[in-house]
């Protein structure tokens, strides 16, 4: 089956895959998750070296880890967790239809590009309605909350056009080995998915009253299904894109 479909002739763009929202469903879920450990991971770092009584750049992260837009977030952590993630995929889709057939260069450098888009956003539009401020000027948090924004935006794009380049290419050509690598690697991504959420749920439960201050036992569960769908998803995409030639290559060496 032809996974391209006709577009205008542009010397600028490449062709539409028929497959991009699949495409874009893989990448932009593994690229939400790098980008929820990049933000919780600066959270955590803000909360460990802030203080108040120190200097300049301590009482800015020190802000940063505690202000209005962080405990309007936290009061409904499992739903800004899932708000995450739809907002991460939408943003996944419009990438895969919009930008990534018309933008030049490599995957990672194209999702980058692409994520400005909602960084500026970000900064302008979503900052001032948490009660942040336009740039985050309210927070008092100095350059932070713009930087630590543009560092979580970069890891976002980055990952997401690293991701959909390599499920791109996983079946560009009509050769019969690589529909059949395609489809192993579908059906991969799948079964990772399925068994990454399972065992995240339950090591989630699990650990969840070591860590009662941080969240509930819910919170604590969801947080372990997306993290373990999202490892699943990366790892059975990429062991599932194997071939019937693959393996027997693999057989003969052996012998």
Do not use: C
């Not at 990448?27 to 959270?43: C, L």
């Not at 800004?80 to 993630?85: E, H, R």
């Amino acid at each position: 089956m032809d996974r391209f479909a006709p577009t205008p002739a542009d010397s600028r763009s490449e062709p539409m895959r028929t497959d991009w929202v699949r495409i874009s469903v893989i990448a932009g879920f593994i690229a939400t998750f790098m980008m929820t450990v990049t933000v919780t991971g600066g959270y955590l770092l803000a909360n460990a070296i802030g203080d108040m009584s120190g200097g300049t750049v301590a009482t800015w992260f020190e802000a940063l880890s505690g202000n209005e837009m962080v405990d309007t977030i936290g009061d409904s952590v499992a739903v800004g967790m899932v708000l995450n993630l739809i907002v991460g995929l939408v943003w996944a889709l419009i990438y895969g239809r919009l930008a990534e057939p018309v933008l030049n260069g490599p995957g990672w450098l194209k999702g980058i590009i692409f994520a400005m888009v909602p960084f500026l956003l970000s900064i302008l539009v979503f900052f001032p309605i948490m009660g942040a401020g336009f740039l985050g000027a309210d927070i008092g948090a100095g350059p932070l909350p713009v930087l630590g924004n543009l560092v979580a935006h970069v890891v976002f794009g980055a990952v997401l056009g690293f991701f959909f380049a390599i499920e791109e290419g996983s079946g560009i050509s009509d050769d019969a080995s690589e529909h059949q690598a395609s489809a192993s690697s579908e059906r991969g991504t799948a079964l990772g998915i399925l068994i990454g959420g399972v065992v995240g749920a339950i090591g989630g439960y699990a650990i969840a009253p070591t860590m009662d201050d941080l969240a509930s036992r819910p919170v604590l569960a969801l947080a372990g299904v997306l993290t373990g769908a999202a490892i699943g998803a990366l790892i059975g995409s990429l062991t599932g894109m194997t071939t019937d030639e693959d393996t027997a290559a693999r057989a003969d060496r052996k012998r």
